[in-house]
């Protein structure tokens, strides 16, 4: 059990989120703190519940939770444009998809929310849905497309397996001509309100690891080529190409997302993003 005096602090296992959490060290931190990696939806219930204090969690697991949260500031995993991670594979091309068959994962509901607007509201299309495991080949057994992420969806596109491969945030950038916000850093209100000290200290400390893991990306490559294969010119291409800031431009996107998918009633409400500071709440400009 973890200590109730101590801060628990949320980390997404995904590749993606490592820049920001490879030089973060709750031990050195001054408050008490603990760090619990964990699948997202775990770490999604804790984020709920108040047994995690503050951490990272998916875009739109944030919105269903918006309520009992607050954003960080300058943390975030966006991209502006190809995304790299989060891929549609399929017999024809993305916009001929109609009313076919798409397997998603049950893993992220950030990217099938994202998939359901640019297909339903830019593409026009209706198709459905049916929740696989990731496997690519099992699931074209079964759909006309397949959506994979996170190390899934980039070991099926080192090899080529003849489908058209469609990187949902290049379509996103596309069609909307924003960045997309695919996970966000949070912190439960009423930890806010009790341990202010501790919370900014962390926020601190996780920029502070941010700012260093992107000025020194080589030790995450060495970790990701042994964890996950590929080479080291593929893993500096693909966290280069992330950004890992919250500021106007990535809350600009992230709104939009939120009432594209309030639009579709795939969010019972409409999002009002609120960031943590120290001193005060600033809202997020709408």
Known sequence: ??????????????????????????????????????????????????????GALSSFAYAALSDRLLLLPDLSVSADGPVKSIMLFSRVPFTQIGNGKIAVTNTSATSVNLLKILLEKAAGCKPEYVTAEPDLDRMMEVADACLLIGDNAIKAT??????????????????????????????????????????????????????????????????????????PEYWHGYFSNLCYDFGERQQEGLNLYFRYAYELGLLPQEVKMELWSHNLLTRVKE
């Open 158 to 231: 080192w090899q080529d397996q003849g489908y058209i491969v469609t990187d949902l945030g290049e379509v996103w950038k596309e069609w909307t001509g924003h960045s997309m916000t695919f996970a966000v850093w949070a912190v439960n209100r009423e930890a806010a309100r009790d341990k202010p000290e501790a919370i900014a200290e962390i926020a601190e400390a996780l920029v502070e690891s941010k700012v260093r893991g992107v000025n020194k990306l080589a030790p995450i490559i060495r970790e990701a080529c042994s964890s996950v294969g590929g080479t």
């Open 1 to 54: 059990m973890s200590n109730p005096q101590h801060t628990i602090i949320g980390k997404i296992s995904y590749t993606n989120s490592w820049p920001v959490f490879h030089n973060f060290h709750p031990s050195s931190l001054r408050y008490p703190a603990e760090m619990v990696s964990e699948v997202p939806a775990i770490l999604n219930q804790g984020m709920a519940r108040g047994t995690i204090h503050v």
